[in-house]
C-alpha cells in the first residue's frame, strides 16, 4: 500500500521523451491496469486505441495543436513514441467520469512501470472533426463514441519531468 501512496505523490507529467518506442511489456502491464479501472455500475464503458506508428502519432500531433494555433512543428504531444486515445460511451451518464478515471489510472500505471507519461487534452474536438471520425472509423471505434483525451507514454528525456509545485494550503476543507 506505501508503494501506492508514493507513486501517487512522485508521478509527474512528462513533456520531453527519447525516441525508443517503449516495450510491449511495458504497455501491456499499463493497457491491463487501466482495464481495472472502475467505472459506473461496472459497465467498463471507455475504449482504448493505442498508436504507436509516427505517421498516424505526427497526424494526431498536427490535429491536436491545430485547436492551439499551431503549426506543424510544434508538437503538443512532446515526442512520445507511443499514444493511448481514450474514448468515452456517451450513451452511459457515467462516461466522462469513467473515461476521466481511467487517464488517471494509465498514468499512475506508466509511472509504476518506469514510463514517463501526460495527459493530451482536446480529445473532444479532434475526434468531434471529419479527420478525427474517419481515425475513430478506420479503428473500429463505434459512433456512441467521443474522444476525452490522449494519455502519452514513453521514457523521460532529461530535464522531461519537473519539479513538483508546493501543495495548496487550502486543498482540503474539513466541513
Known sequence: MQETIIDIRNRRSCRKYKAEQ???EQLNTVLEAATWTPTGKGLQT???VVVQDAATLKQL?????????WGPDKDPMYGAPTAVL???????????????????TLMLAAHAVGLGSCWI?????????????ELMKKWGVADKY????????????????????????DYIIRA
Open 22 to 24: 517503449i516495450s510491449d
Open 46 to 48: 471507455p475504449q482504448l
Open 61 to 69: 500531433s498536427i490535429l491536436n495543436g491545430s485547436f492551439m494555433g
Open 86 to 104: 481514450v474514448f468515452t460511451d456517451t450513451t452511459v451518464p457515467t462516461g466522462r467520469d469513467d473515461s476521466a478515471l481511467m487517464m488517471g
Open 121 to 133: 487534452n482536446r480529445g473532444k474536438q479532434m475526434f468531434d472533426t471529419e479527420e478525427g471520425r
Open 146 to 169: 467521443e474522444g476525452l483525451a490522449i494519455c502519452i507514454l514513453g521514457y523521460p528525456e532529461e530535464g522531461g519531468i519537473h519539479e513538483p509545485k508546493p501543495r495548496r494550503e
